[in-house]
């Protein structure tokens, strides 16, 4: 069953600029220590991070709550698996709203899309709840 799907846009440029601005900080707020790694791993990381961004906020809308005092960015980590394919890790605050939203009985899994060119980057999550003896 879908619990919720989000989507989002992010600028590149206005990301190199927001990271320029408030550097280290604003990424300590935002991405968590693994994300930095693989982003620092790429030849254009604002690109890297404008995808991440954009899926975070994709998930904020899927789950319905925006970023509030219980739900924060860190607490969505999306790395990849080795192919490539985006995998959120779901935690803290954010992972307790979550769970409220499918049945006891069911496990959530977090579909994640992340695309992007020189310009901007979009990001598309689905939040489904899966039935633990394998219906949906």
Do not use: W
């Amino acid at each position: 069953m879908i619990l919720g799907i989000g989507n989002d846009l992010c600028d590149v440029e206005r990301m190199a600029s927001v990271i320029q601005r408030h550097g280290q900080r604003f990424l300590e707020r935002t991405f968590t220590q693994a994300e930095q790694a693989l982003a620092q791993r790429r030849s254009e990381p604002c690109l890297f991070y404008a995808g991440r961004f954009a899926a975070k906020e994709a998930f904020m809308k899927a789950l319905g709550t925006g970023i509030i005092e219980q739900v924060h960015l860190t607490d969505i980590e999306i790395l990849a698996s080795r192919s490539g394919q985006p995998i959120a890790t779901i935690s803290g605050g954010t992972l307790t709203r979550l769970r409220r939203l499918a049945d006891r009985g069911s496990d959530t899994v977090v579909h994640v899309s992340i695309s992007h060119d020189a310009r901007l980057a979009i990001a598309l999550v689905i939040l489904e709840a899966r039935n633990r003896l394998g219906g949906h």
